[in-house]
């Protein structure tokens, strides 16, 4: 097959590129190694920037998100029984955030590909990409039987386990990365939110969040240690835990119900970088992971994917290998910032099995000065809506 860029993943980055790409013009052939099915259920993420929104609707791909998003104009920090808004119209005026499930904008963006007629061919695994420097061919496996992809670019939106990143020589990638000692167990149920908004809260106890995908469906997580097994949670065991970590309000306030999916994810933060070698672009979890305290993993996989096809757009019409050579720059200062942030939340919010006194109190220190100071809340506010996409 031929085609001027192949994608690897069908993923937010790797269909939301594809997208991008496809409205200028320029031929893509995705190829996934899950099955559809799969691929259309898998629960992720639930928080979309206004940015992340904006490109959903620059592609024709947001009715139903304009429809069935819902629009939140803050959150909840919860310190114990302190709890302090992060209130956007007061601190980032004319800023949001839409809550709508990854999972619906895979679903909206498998359908806007497959409704235009374009190749996406599922269970088809990427297991080599040969002749980086000229023209690219990636070497898929289907079936049992290799399908061979001849293109211009490459894009590995393959996610943190995935093909692209670990094809590169090693020598030619500089990773960065911090594991944390605990993952997130995470319950999807179809009881309404215990809260309108969403709700982050510290206890002794460990991390929770209070999250939503409509004003039927919760989702919930609690902190674990790293390396705890699913058997070891039963349900009424998370229910139990989950509202001993809440303020009391919204704990009584919390329904049950049989969870539709339950998982542990490990929780880390990790870079490589360049962004680009030769012919090949990584974007999204390919590239870098975040925890998912600041909720920027799928809006981090759509900027990447502005970035890559405006790059790509520019090299393939104009042959302007300058833009090729920018995109790992520009899609970076963003990535870094938003790691920053995403760390910065992460070690506000959770538990730590080993701080020294010192760095205790510095944690106190740090959750009274966000409940005290408006300039604080405003740095929170400024990145959970999202940096610009410039
Ligand atoms: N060949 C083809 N497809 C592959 C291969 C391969 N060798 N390896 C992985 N894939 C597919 C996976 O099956 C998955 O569907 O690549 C896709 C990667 O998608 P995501 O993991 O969703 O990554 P990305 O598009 O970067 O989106 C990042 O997803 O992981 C969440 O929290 C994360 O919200 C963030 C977002
Ligand atoms: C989610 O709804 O799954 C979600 C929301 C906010 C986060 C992380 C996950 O920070």
């Known amino acids: 097959m031929q085609t001027d860029v ?3 993943g069908a993923g937010p980055a790797g269909l939301i590129s594809a997208a991008l790409l496809a409205q200028a013009g320029i031929e893509t052939i995705i190829v996934e190694h899950r099955a559809r099915d799969y691929v259309l259920q898998r629960v992720r993420a639930g928080v979309l920037e206004q940015s992340t929104v904006e490109t959903l609707r620059h592609l024709g791909a947001a009715s139903r998100l304009d429809r069935e998003g819902l629009v939140h104009e803050g959150f909840v920090l919860a310190f114990g029984e302190t709890t302090v808004r992060i209130a956007f119209p007061d601190l980032v005026p004319g800023r949001h955030v839409t809550v709508y499930g990854q999972t619906e904008v895979v679903r909206d ?31 898929c496996r289907r079936a049992g039987e290799t399908v061979l992809v001849s293109c211009r670019l490459v894009f590995g939106c393959d996610g943190f386990h995935g093909l692209a990143r670990r094809a590169l020589p090693p020598e030619a990638i500089k990773t960065s990365e911090i594991a944390y000692p605990f993952g997130w167990l995470g319950v999807l149920a179809d009881v309404p939110p215990a809260h309108e908004e969403l709700v982050y809260a510290a206890s002794d ?28 949670w039963p349900e009424e065991r998370f229910w139990a835990e989950l509202r001993r970590r809440l303020p009391a309000e919204i704990a009584a306030r919390v329904r049950e119900g049989p969870a539709i999916e339950r998982s542990i994810a490990p929780l880390r933060s990790f870079v490589a970088e360049p962004m680009r070698i030769a012919h090949l672009l990584l974007l999204g979890d ?13 809006n981090l996989a759509a900027a990447d994917a502005w970035y890559a096809a405006r790059a790509a757009i520019k090299f393939l019409r104009a042959g302007d290998e300058a833009a090729l050579d920018a995109y ?19 070690k506000l919010m959770h538990t730590f099995p080993d701080l020294t ?4 109190k510095m944690q106190d220190a740090e959750r009274s000065y966000v409940a005290a100071s408006h300039a604080a809340r405003t740095v929170i506010a400024e990145n959970y809506v999202g940096l610009p996409l410039d």
């Open 328 to 346: 790992s720059a520009t899609a970076l200062t963003r990535v870094w910032r938003t790691e920053r942030f995403s760390w910065m939340m992460t």
């Open 109 to 139: 963006l498998v359908a806007h590909r497959e409704a235009a007629g374009l190749p996406l061919l599922f269970e088809t695994e990427a297991v080599a990409i040969e002749n980086l420097d000229g023209s690219p061919r990636v070497v």
């Open 357 to 360: 006194p010192f760095e205790a």
């Open 6 to 8: 192949c994608i690897i």
């Open 286 to 298: 390919a590239a870098h992971v975040v925890p998912p305290t600041g909720a920027k993993g799928l």
């Open 205 to 232: 106890r460990g991390f929770a969040l209070c999250s939503m995908r409509s004003s039927t469906r919760s989702r919930y997580y609690i902190q674990v240690p790293a390396g705890e097994r699913l058997e070891d």
